[in-house]
């Protein structure tokens, strides 16, 4: 019989509802266990200062528990704070990264220091006090563009050039436009992926990490490190930037609100993620033997 001694879950999609939360059924799930030692790894493409309130809805601190950050850029014990680094994005690559954003009309949102700088040319200023403080609050959630600007007029600081700004490698560049312009970005980004990992997020939108950085290369590492075999560990995913993670991982499981593609990668589908489909896969998959 299956022995589950490591879960890995993506966040937004899978772990969270579409309310942005973990369900009561779903959260007492988890807690208990890692009551009966199991370790739950949060697998995201979010920079860690996102992850705290979900670490500390889980007591990860408490039970020795994971995240794996950033598309896999970084994994933090969250008990110890002990952390891996993986290969970040050094200044010439990010360089060539902004000059082909800005041929293409994309703006670019760098992560770095556990934060985001935003790189804003007179457009996208215009364009965020627009967000600011004329567009209604209702259209705001409702168009993801908007949202985007919204959230980062809060929560970045806006600099006329991140090169000049940060002076050192970073661990992720996510690039935001048109959709006909991240298409072409992402085209070069496919032909030079001996030097970049990319993984579109939505249709105007594409994160970059180096080459060598994926979900799927930190759950691995990860597994290794906690000496658990792969076949007593769980992944579950929705999206593009978890298809490593679902292709490394044999016990694998998309999200029934998964796109196509992201399905067809996984061994297994369960439920989705409104639908407490973390609970309803193990409960068949490993209903007692913890």
Known sequence: MNKLQLLITDIDGTLLNTQKQISKQTLDYL??????????????????AELQSLVNQLQLDK???YIIHTNGAGII?????????????HLNEMQELTDLAKKNNLYTIVEYNDSYVVECSTFVQFKRILTKFFWPEWLRFKNPVLRQFRYMSTHSTRVADVI????APVNKL????????VNKFEE???????TYNGFRLTT??????HASVSKGVAAKHLANMLNIPLENTVAFGDSANDHALLET??????MENADSTTKALAKYTTKSNDEDGIIYFLNEWNPINL
């Open 63 to 65: 039970y020795g528990g």
């Open 174 to 181: 996510c690039f935001r436009g048109a959709t006909r312009n």
């Open 188 to 194: 070069y980004i496919l032909a030079h992926n001996h």
């Open 31 to 48: 807690i208990h266990l890692q009551q009966n030692n199991v370790v739950i790894a949060l697998c995201s493409g979010r920079i860690p």
């Open 164 to 167: 000049t700004t940060i002076n």
């Open 204 to 209: 105007g939108c594409i994160e970059v990490n």
């Open 77 to 89: 014990n969250c008990k110890t704070l002990d952390s891996v680094n993986f290969s970040p994005l």
């Open 249 to 254: 991982i044999p016990n694998s499981v998309a």
